[in-house]
């Protein structure tokens, strides 16, 4: 009789690791879509200092073309940069991608060298300001995305996340 007793609990344990597994690899961070999504960069690849002397008087659409570019190559950082230049000249597109690497959903360390940015560790409080900036640029798919990190705060809030209830009280005022 006490050699089967164990069979309920081996399969109360399995269902258990299987659950974590799950609720981790769903939880895991990704590329933001809108980055692994889109379609390769339409410009010719200048060395970093004369394309920002030449990126100067470019519309903001342009500037993302470059932003995809350095994304594309493996270089987030400097892809960062021209898309908050892009953003800055009323480019909704790039604000919304800008959130989306600052957003605890899309946020992925490995995209990120350490020792040339500052992207350490999400930030929800500027991803939703980019989110803000997008919508305001004219981007309808930032909405959503807005949308899912207020609801990932009001989660984290209601767990107890200080952090969490500070943003979300800020957003009231």
């Given at each position: 009789m006490k050699t089967k007793a164990w069979i309920p609990v081996a399969a109360l344990i399995v269902l258990l690791g299987a659950g974590a597994a799950w609720l981790m690899s769903s939880?895991?961070?990704r590329a933001p879509a809108s980055l692994t999504e889109a379609p390769a960069a339409k410009v010719e690849p200048l060395p970093w200092e004369r394309?920002?002397?030449?990126?100067a008087d470019k519309e903001g659409a342009e500037i993302r073309q470059h932003g995809l570019r350095f994304f594309q190559a493996g270089d987030p950082?400097?892809?960062f940069l021209l898309f908050k230049q892009a953003a800055r000249k009323g480019d909704g597109w790039s604000a919304m991608v800008i959130g989306e690497m600052y957003d605890p959903a899309?946020?992925?360390i490995e995209h990120?060298?350490?020792?040339?940015t500052a992207f350490t560790k999400p930030n929800p409080r500027k991803a939703l300001q980019w989110y803000d900036q997008a919508l305001k640029n004219g981007e309808p798919q930032a909405e959503s995305r807005r949308?899912?990190?207020?609801?990932?705060?009001?989660?984290e809030a209601e767990r107890g996340d200080t952090a969490a209830q500070r943003i979300l009280q800020k957003m009231k005022r």
């Amino acid at each position: 009789m006490k050699t089967k007793a164990w069979i309920p609990v081996a399969a109360l344990i399995v269902l258990l690791g299987a659950g974590a597994a799950w609720l981790m690899s769903s939880r895991t961070p990704r590329a933001p879509a809108s980055l692994t999504e889109a379609p390769a960069a339409k410009v010719e690849p200048l060395p970093w200092e004369r394309l920002i002397e030449s990126l100067a008087d470019k519309e903001g659409a342009e500037i993302r073309q470059h932003g995809l570019r350095f994304f594309q190559a493996g270089d987030p950082d400097k892809a960062f940069l021209l898309f908050k230049q892009a953003a800055r000249k009323g480019d909704g597109w790039s604000a919304m991608v800008i959130g989306e690497m600052y957003d605890p959903a899309t946020f992925a360390i490995e995209h990120f060298d350490p020792s040339k940015t500052a992207f350490t560790k999400p930030n929800p409080r500027k991803a939703l300001q980019w989110y803000d900036q997008a919508l305001k640029n004219g981007e309808p798919q930032a909405e959503s995305r807005r949308n899912r990190l207020i609801a990932h705060l009001r989660e984290e809030a209601e767990r107890g996340d200080t952090a969490a209830q500070r943003i979300l009280q800020k957003m009231k005022r």
